[in-house]
Nanobody, 121 residues
């Protein structure tokens, strides 16, 4: 089993910055893609950012140029630096880790418990 523990959420004013981190632990041989999703009340969960084990990144359109994702493979940790925050960034942020399933070419996606980010106007 793999556990993901997020930290760093909170309340910030519009225009401010906030950093999130997510550490994976447990029976981990390797992790492929790690990333962040968010879900606002009444809305579907959406991709915020993702990063491959080699460092390739992908961002949701609404956060491009404002957010930056990074990871430390030695620590099995993914980070999200959020700048120029807007009220519409308010959501619960979930990290994910895609862990290879041994004996297959498939990944299993693990999720963190979520951390609240609130941006006040």
């Amino acid at each position: 089993q793999v556990q993901l523990v997020e930290s760093g959420g909170g309340l910030v004013q519009a225009g401010g910055s906030l950093g999130l981190s997510c550490a994976a632990s447990g029976s981990i041989f390797s992790i492929n893609t790690m990333g962040w999703y968010r879900q606002a009340p009444g809305k579907q969960r959406e991709l915020v950012a993702a990063i491959s084990s080699g460092g390739s990144t992908n961002y949701g359109d609404s956060v491009k140029g404002r957010f930056a994702i990074s990871r430390d493979n030695a620590k099995n940790t993914v980070y999200l630096q959020m700048n120029s925050l807007k009220p519409e960034d308010t959501a619960v942020y979930y990290c994910n880790a895609d862990v290879p399933v041994r004996g297959t070419n498939l990944d299993y996606r693990y999720w963190g418990q979520g951390t609240q980010v609130t941006v006040s106007s």
